[in-house]
């Protein structure tokens, strides 16, 4: 059986780390999640603020930050929790993987966790 | 026919307000009734505005719309690749980065930050994204007094480049400071 | 912004040029006041006169960058709403058969809600209509004014403008400013004789 992460999930898990004000959808997930809809894809790869390519093997997550921490302390957080979340799930970069060989694929072809953050709320 | 508070009100002059014609043939009293209602008009106004009625402004419901399209419309810019985590890549958009450096200008007693600009080394990766900054400069209105506008200067850089590095972990950087205006603390 | 005050405008608009929203708001705060009476005076209609602002006022933040000199916001968000206000005007009248609106001259009095160059006032409620007997009576008497007239005067005389700002702001030069609101103040005049 095989669980897929899919972006809602991840929205979940990025808006739980302190200092993330919220996902903030900007130009790349916007455009994707629009052609995603308009190709009647499924969904579940794309959401406003969150993007899961499995063929380069990257998520994008796009965030509006809250003052505080260090704005890389709380990205590297978000990178580390979605890192986590992606590794629960059995499905490597490259689609599902078969069960005994999962964790060897994902070795070799990490999640790359790129965050792009939008906007700081003022002091 | 002259306006006698035309003078006060807003610094315009009196001079300024020539009559025409049909003014000359008016008659005083009738004239006078006009300037008294504009001026009845301008306090009723102010005593309204001060007071918080809502009949001489915009209604709070028309405020807080227009703060949201405001909000909505917001432009991040650009983003702006930065030194990557050690779990990962990421960038800033060139609107928050400024409001980094907006912070810690801010952050220097009697310093108003004004607008910032950057330099940047050319990117590595995609379209669309500025390389990492190599220079800042900010514009700043600094208060008036008797502090040395370069220790002010330098304070404001010591400020710039440790939240540079503590947020951004960007060490390598050249910022300039321009005092352009002076405020009243 | 912390606790500080900015008292400077300019400051305030480089920094909302700069991305600072909390800047900007202050501006919003500080000129709303003013833009709803110019507008409410051209207009005579409350409904509209918050449309136009608040369009001005949208309309501004978004070609922020484009205001070259800070210090000129006044005059620069003044001429956004004046000339919305002004469109407003000139759509009612094209769409009207009578273009100035007689009702308004023939109710024209201290306790009228009515009047306005759109028809928007029907089912408002009576707490729209602004308080302070004085002001509605000049807003009703404004309405018999031209168009042309009426912004001129509202300019001068509601927002304190010269007649060179005027000019600037309208298009027109200055003699064509001083002789519409001449003519706009005489118009005034007999108005209020009518009253007595």
């Not at chain 1, 992460?5 to 997930?29: F, K, M, Q, Y």
């Not at chain 1, 970069?93 to 070799?108: F, I, K, L, N």
């Not at chain 2, 014609?21 to 209602?37: F, G, M, N």
């Not at chain 3, 109710?107 to 809600?113: C, L, R, T």
């Amino acid at each position: 059986m095989t669980t897929e992460t899919s972006a809602a999930d991840l929205v979940e898990v990025v808006c739980a780390v302190p200092g993330v004000r919220g996902i903030e959808a900007g130009i790349a997930s916007s455009l994707r999640t629009l052609d995603a809809r308009l190709r009647r894809d499924r969904a579940s790869r794309v959401r406003y603020g969150i993007v899961i390519d499995p063929r380069s093997g990257t998520v994008t997550a796009e965030v509006g930050l809250a003052p505080g921490a260090p704005v890389r302390t709380i990205v590297e957080e978000i990178q580390r929790a979605v890192q986590r979340a992606l590794d629960r799930s059995t499905v490597g970069p490259v689609g599902p993987q078969p069960a005994d060989t999962a964790s060897e694929r994902r070795e070799e072809r990490p999640w790359q966790v790129l965050v792009r953050v939008q906007s700081l709320s003022g002091a | 026919m002259e306006h006698p508070d035309a003078h006060d009100r807003n610094g315009t002059h009196a001079a300024d307000r020539v009559s025409g014609p049909s003014d000359r043939e008016s008659d005083d009293e009738a004239t006078q009734r006009y300037l008294d209602l504009i001026r009845s008009v301008h306090d009723e106004w102010t005593t309204l505005e001060a007071e918080g009625d809502s009949s001489v402004q915009l209604s709070a419901t028309a405020l807080s719309t227009i703060k949201e399209a405001v909000r909505a419309d917001f432009r991040h810019g650009a983003h702006v690749e930065m030194p990557p985590t050690a779990a990962g890549p990421y960038t800033l958009s060139e609107q928050a980065l400024r409001t980094v450096v907006r912070n810690a200008v801010d952050s220097v007693p009697g310093v108003i930050a004004l607008r910032t600009t950057f330099d940047h080394e050319p990117p590595k990766g995609g379209h669309r994204t500025r390389g990492v900054p190599s220079r800042i400069r900010c514009r700043i209105s600094a208060a008036a007094g008797d502090r040395d506008l370069l220790e002010v200067a330098d304070e404001v850089r010591t400020a710039v480049i440790a939240a540079c590095r503590e947020h951004m972990d960007l060490t390598d950087l050249r910022v300039d400071i321009h005092i352009e205006d002076l405020h009243d603390n | 912004m912390a606790a500080r005050t900015l008292v400077d405008e300019r400051a305030l608009v480089l920094r909302a040029q700069d991305g600072d929203v909390a800047a900007f708001e202050v501006l919003v705060d500080r000129h709303q006041g003013r833009l709803f009476r110019i507008a409410y005076m051209v207009l005579h209609n409350r409904m509209d006169a918050e449309d136009v602002v608040q369009e001005a006022l949208v309309s501004s933040w978004k070609r922020l960058h484009l205001l070259e000199e800070p210090s000129a916001f006044r005059n620069w968000v003044t001429q956004i709403a004046s000339r919305a206000a002004t469109n407003v005007v000139r759509k009612a009248a094209r769409r009207s058969t009578e273009g100035v609106d007689q009702q308004a001259l023939e109710d024209a009095g201290p306790e009228s809600a009515l009047g306005g160059a759109t028809s928007r006032n029907v089912g408002q409620p009576e707490r729209a209509a602004l308080a302070g007997a004085q002001m509605e009576a000049l807003a009703s008497i404004l309405q018999s004014t031209e168009e042309n007239q009426r912004t001129c005067w509202v300019l001068c005389e509601i927002d304190g403008m010269s007649y060179r700002e005027i000019a600037q702001m309208v298009g027109v030069s200055e003699s064509t400013v001083r002789g519409r609101i001449a003519r706009a103040r005489s118009q005034i005049l007999d108005r209020m004789k009518d009253w007595r």
